[in-house]
């Protein structure tokens, strides 16, 4: 979030490089041009590392447009880790295929088929007739309707067994290093279920 007098703005950047005082970050860009800051302007800002978030604010220093257009901004005094509240989950039934990690070959594989029954930025619980074990790795891939293929890894942090008579398992899974830019689809599409769910008196 970038703070210029009253008025603020959320835009995306990424950092460049850091030196002992500063740190370069990608010019922010908004509907194709550069994002006016006048030098002196506070930054608010927020990255998210592994699913952990940290913000800090600085000062932007300088600009340069060459080789790459970047701001140069102050190297933050204190960084402050976030306590991030638990994602909103919407039971949805997407089809599944679940590969697990093989730590003899470093590899993904024993493909099977399950479905969602629900989801959330943070993880997925699946219906499966495969039971798995806590801790196990596991990589996923399910379509998302008009965002595509999300692809993932994760991480078996629970299983329950909802009916004794039958072989059906509810596992659920934890994403692990999914990309922010992935979990905003998983988001976005959650924000669009619910409208729908709410539209249809669910």
């Known amino acids: 979030m970038l703070a210029n007098g009253d008025k603020a703005e959320r835009y995306s950047s990424r950092i460049e490089e850091v030196t002992d005082e500063y740190l370069i970050i990608a010019m922010p860009m908004s509907k194709g041009y550069p994002v006016f800051l006048s030098l002196g302007d506070n930054l608010h800002v927020r990255i998210v590392d592994n699913g952990t978030a940290y913000q800090f604010t600085c000062t932007l220093v300088s600009k340069k447009l060459h080789p790459l257009p970047v701001w140069v901004v102050t190297r933050p005094r204190e960084i402050i880790k976030v306590q991030q509240r638990s994602f909103v989950r919407v039971r949805t039934a997407l089809p599944v295929e679940i590969s697990i990690f093989d730590n003899e070959t470093a ?32 990589q996923l891939a399910f379509e998302l309707p008009e965002a595509g293929l999300i692809v993932v890894n994760g991480e078996v942090v629970r299983i329950e067994k909802p009916h004794h008579d039958r072989d059906i398992f509810w596992i659920g899974i934890k994403f692990l290093d999914l990309a922010e830019r992935e979990r905003s689809k998983i988001i976005r599409y959650i924000f669009k279920k619910q409208l729908e769910d709410r539209r249809k008196g669910l």
Not at 112 to 121: E, K, N, T, V, Y
Not at 132 to 137: E, F, H, Q, T, V
């Open 107 to 138: 590899q993904f594989s024993n493909s099977f088929q399950a479905c969602s029954r629900d989801l959330s930025g943070g993880g997925i619980q699946l219906v499966s007739k495969e039971a798995l074990d806590l801790g196990m790795k596991v």
